[in-house]
């Protein structure tokens, strides 16, 4: 059982940047991979990043965004810069325990954190 808590969330102007954090909890293994997914109203949840033994990102965020992990804390970030109005979204964090190549789809992913909202605006 893993247990993920985001924190972070918050209003930015376009062109800041922000943090987000998710502390992981419970059972985990050598093979687990991390992501942050993200979902607005009327669509579908979204990748936006994932960290295992690489790093994966979605094209809308490549060169802004970068997740990273501190294994000692047990927590993953998300550091987003230059900051779009389009990235106006709830924020998940999402595991899974088992090995799966570059899981992108949320039904990969076992575990999920409460979301934080990440509002930008113009």
């Known amino acids: 059982q893993v247990q993920l808590v985001e924190s972070g969330g918050g209003l930015v102007q376009a062109g800041g940047s922000l943090r987000l954090s998710c502390a992981a909890s419970g059972r985990t293994v050598s093979s687990s991979a991390m992501a942050w997914f993200r979902q607005v109203p009327g669509k579908e949840r979204e990748f936006v990043a994932a960290i295992s033994s690489n790093t994966d990102y979605a094209d809308s965020v490549k060169g802004r965004f970068t997740i990273s992990r501190d294994n000692a804390k047990n927590t993953v970030y998300l550091q987003m810069n230059s900051l779009r109005p389009e990235d106006t979204a709830e924020y998940y964090c999402?595991?899974?325990?088992?090995?799966?190549?570059?899981?992108?789809?949320?039904?990969?992913?076992?575990?999920w954190g409460q979301g934080t909202q990440v509002t930008v605006s113009s």
């Open positions: 999402a595991a899974r325990t088992g090995w799966l190549l570059r899981p992108r789809s949320p039904g990969d992913y076992n575990y």
